[in-house]
């Protein structure tokens, strides 16, 4: 399934290189104001086009297909469409007897028979998490102006002046990873469930559903693991809530507590790195060297802080809609 | 919600000192011979008793009250309950003044207007882990001989020997958090999809329903971060999908490559430290000291190991299940 | 799967003649208060014992395992139990021979390869309705004082007088059918929603799963297919939505509309008939003449209206929560 | 939610006068062969034009926008769109006032907010069937040639002759409603379960989706509430579960059971009657005399039929899933 929320609930779809990307956003209240404009800037935030990103340049419009009319939300589920213009599929048609390393070629075409739209990475392809930013964008109006969601990158390639990290990988010609942080501001207490409804479960849940992705601590995260209780714990100092430190990064019991919260994600070296790999042949059965051609971005990280913040807002409109601190028709 | 599954259904219920603690299970095919001799293993190495965990004990025999006939299971939901007998409620109803820190004393409170059952955490209480266990047990059953599921302590209080971090935390009398670490050998390519049914956003959802767990990193994870694209690319050797390295650590768009799945969990320090703290008094209004009394384990990190088989295997006996690996009726 | 629900989540489980049945209701608020005793009244509308229903008695205590703290609920899963003693499972033994016709002996053992529990219909049999209704008691609680949900016997073996119909029945030893009408008075406009989740949908669905129904109709049901529209057609009358008629039966558009809201179920003779039946005999392979042992009911209609105000309450609670009519903390 | 189906999800969006209408569904198998003409038939079938239908004249193209490659599914989700280009709004914006009798006018202003898109309906109009019709194409590609779901008209207006009752319909100048029976032959036995996942309760709940239904029955249905047990019981002749008589109409215990599945819905009176009507005007605030203009059935029973099967092959389709009988990649 490729859908996630209880009552907001996000399907994307679409593929790199077919003829659209888009999603389809179920559950928004009435009555709130939007309009195509209202996407530009994040959409225009994950674009490619500066230094170490992708150089294919697309218009990225949101075609508002269903849901919204006279500039408002109706209540009915909202449907956006992005449509492809410029795709260079024959880039990619030669290179199917190399399932690049890192890349779901190899497991897609496993699972899905060869079926799958392989051009571009199809439906893997980073370029639906346009769909992520565009429900994002959404979610973010839900939670209003008192409720901040924000991600930054905070290391590139292992050094934290992201614009150094990423000077080394052009001039090593290699791609490289990063660390992107969110916080978010706010909050109410009380959102989230213990188990499986826990606010670090559904976050990590929509997280991990964005490419390169492969880890997320929240709080102290894994340096909680080399500390001792007494150093740990949040001393809680008012009936607020608020605590003198922040090492839980604002979920205790898997529910907010009033606090900032707080997390910070892996993301993975770009995959399609410029230097020379080698990998099976599948047609050979032989290991053989290949070169990624197509446009790719050298760190991918760089482009994930406002997808990052699209899915955290998701799922925390998702959880204001359960504990009805949102209206079911917008005021 | 506290239910998480789409084919393989765990609904987990109960209070550390109300009448019981159980879990319902729904969709584990017919035929599966299950008796209740099958939990004791994994019980047993959840259980408390050992240096550094909870002298609470409790007998934690599984009542199967629904679901099984004639050692075998049935088809219908399978329901398994275990009694509460060994609880001492009067040590909690005293501390209500002073929410705990990093316990979920606070939170409860403010969402659920206190009517939360508070006695030993009431419903936020590791002791419902014994119901992630036992769906766990079945979930390995459902995977079989050939999957094989294992989690074990790789880190105790930032030392690598954990029985020398134990011995430390002992010491300063203190608590301690710790790193585990799962890996799962013998699954099939092409278990999970993009997006919001990755592997990666199922596993961590799951993981992060343990109380304690604050992070979670696939493969290289952030040390990932830090990579080359040349250096943490998995090169395919051979058409089985195998890999020269794993950084990967066995999940690709989402889905498995066939090769070892492997993710480490960094658990926090117990919260309930031996030490005296200091926190809000929600009576007085005032920052004051107190101090934890009941039975407590000083690093929960030792219990999690089998608790994270249990939840990692619940996933994917579900995804096996979707895929078809998993008969429907049992052979 | 064996759940249904949104927000007001049900899950029923056991076997007629296993350790016992039981439901397990997830998100219920907060602070409702609820006892053992609150059930009684249904439990006992829907126990057999009266002329024409089973001489079976069960004590049908529910004991509520979770959940529950201080007489009021606690925001975590309520599970309630009932235990299963007065059985007499040798009396189905021996019958495995004759999958009996209307019931689903036949299709279970198709189905479920022979592992199910087919003591006394096993998982399938008519006694899990008491998690209905038990269920049904919570959400009655929830909808509160001013929604009325009403069932009541309409017909019995095609007669209007249900009295009648059960003495033509008990004069024939035969089993009958019966006619249940349901009404709700009290519903707040705007409840459901076009499409998938309209009443009629999610009614329709929660009320099939009540063994022997086979029909449902809405307001004129079955007789608008007759009718033309200016007939049918419910003029409004005031800005309450009031209208002069109610063939619609209180809903439009799937959505309940201020009125009434009226429906009426087909419910089939009880398949277990004193006569004597011919059908297959699975080890002869021959059609041969058998008789139904065991206790039960000439017309299981007659069980039904508690059990269906119950499924009834269920849905509507489930909707009431979604429109933020219900609160997540009960005051 | 506009969205139903566990493995086989389908999601419902549009507007009668917005963009376009359109459907995404997820989880249809990798490799199924399809094309836009593939819908055409299907769609021809439930499009207007012919006596007793609206005279609005679309095009109804598919636009297949995901999840097709190479005319074969690929695994992903899929998207298809239908512009709307024959509206004409404006007969609907001077029609506020009178809310409808029949239609979602009032109940949409009430719950939306009036941000409903009240134009033709909106989100709520027939035209949405458009996107049940394509759902059903794939669907019943699914279910493969040996399994045949064929719905038709027996009665139109009280009348089983369907051509005479329109006729009277016409002469009355009035909408009519009609009675539709749906059959599904070649079923496997197994699909359903007891109690919320039986055969009935998901085939309810979807019927229940379409426009203008208001009763369903099973089998003998309705007037199995006045059959003897020994007549309504069907008799099992031989282990392929064949039986004597069909009252059950291929459903026991919530499970298929390899005979014919039979079951009929009612279609109420098109609520947009050529005739004068009376209601609210909510201007006024006084019961007023108004007539519908636009373009309308006379009997919207005549264009169910198509959109019947299309609702019971999802349903279907999903069970063969769930129950392993099509497989993840088409062969």
Redesign the interface.
């Known amino acids: 399934?490729?859908?996630?929320g209880?009552?907001f609930?996000v399907?994307?779809?679409?593929?790199s290189h077919?003829?659209?990307?888009?999603v389809?956003i179920?559950?928004v209240p009435?009555?709130l104001p939007l309009t195509a404009e209202d996407f530009l800037p994040d959409l225009e935030r994950r674009k490619g086009g500066s230094r170490g990103t992708t150089p294919r340049k697309e218009d990225d419009l949101p075609?508002?297909?269903?849901?919204v009319?006279?500039d408002?939300?109706?209540?009915?589920?909202?449907?956006i469409?992005f449509e492809n213009n410029n795709t260079r599929s024959a880039d990619y048609e030669k290179l199917r007897e190399f399932?690049r390393?890192?890349?779901?070629d190899?497991?897609?075409t496993?699972?899905?028979?060869g079926?799958?739209?392989y051009r571009g990475g199809?439906?893997?392809s980073g370029r639906?998490t346009l769909n992520l930013v565009a429900a994002g964008v959404i979610a973010k109006k839900l939670l209003g102006d008192k409720i901040n969601v924000t991600a930054r990158i905070t290391?590139v390639?292992?050094i934290a002046d992201a614009e150094a990290g990423l000077e080394a990988?052009i001039a090593?010609k290699?791609?490289?990873?990063?660390?992107v942080e969110c916080t978010v501001d706010g909050l109410p207490?009380?959102l989230g469930?213990?188990?499986?409804?826990?606010v670090?479960?559904?976050i990590?849940?929509?997280?991990?559903?964005i490419?390169a992705?492969?880890?997320?601590?929240?709080?102290?995260?894994?340096?909680?693991?080399?500390?001792?209780?007494?150093?740990?714990?949040?001393?809680?100092?008012?009936?607020t809530?608020k605590?003198a430190t922040n090492?839980?990064?604002g979920v205790?019991?898997?529910?907010?507590?009033?606090n900032q919260l707080v997390f910070r994600i892996?993301?993975?070296?770009?995959?399609?790195?410029p230097?020379e790999?080698?990998?099976?042949n599948?047609k050979s059965?032989e290991?053989e060297t290949f070169s990624v051609k197509g446009r790719h971005d050298l760190c991918i990280?760089l482009r994930v802080p406002v997808v990052l913040e699209a899915v955290t807002a998701m799922v925390l409109a998702d959880l204001m809609l359960?504990?009805?601190r949102i209206?079911?028709?917008?005021k």
């Open positions: 399934m490729n859908a996630f209880r009552l609930r399907n994307v779809f679409g593929e077919g003829a659209s990307v888009g389809n179920d559950g009435a009555g075609h508002l297909k269903s849901g009319f006279n408002r939300t109706t209540g009915a589920p909202i449907t469409l399932p390393p890192g890349h779901a190899f497991v897609a496993e699972k899905y028979g079926y799958e739209d199809g439906h893997f639906l290391e390639g292992g990988a090593a290699d791609s490289v990873g990063g660390i207490i009380g469930e213990p188990f499986f409804d826990s670090e479960s559904l990590a849940h929509a997280v991990f559903a490419p992705v492969k880890g997320i601590e929240f709080g102290a995260g894994f340096a909680a693991a080399k500390m001792k209780g007494l150093e740990h714990n949040d001393p809680i100092l008012d009936k809530g605590t090492h839980a990064g205790v019991g898997g529910i907010t507590n009033g892996a993301v993975k070296p770009t995959s399609s790195t230097k790999q080698h990998t099976l599948v059965g290991v990280a359960q504990e009805q209206p079911r028709v917008w």
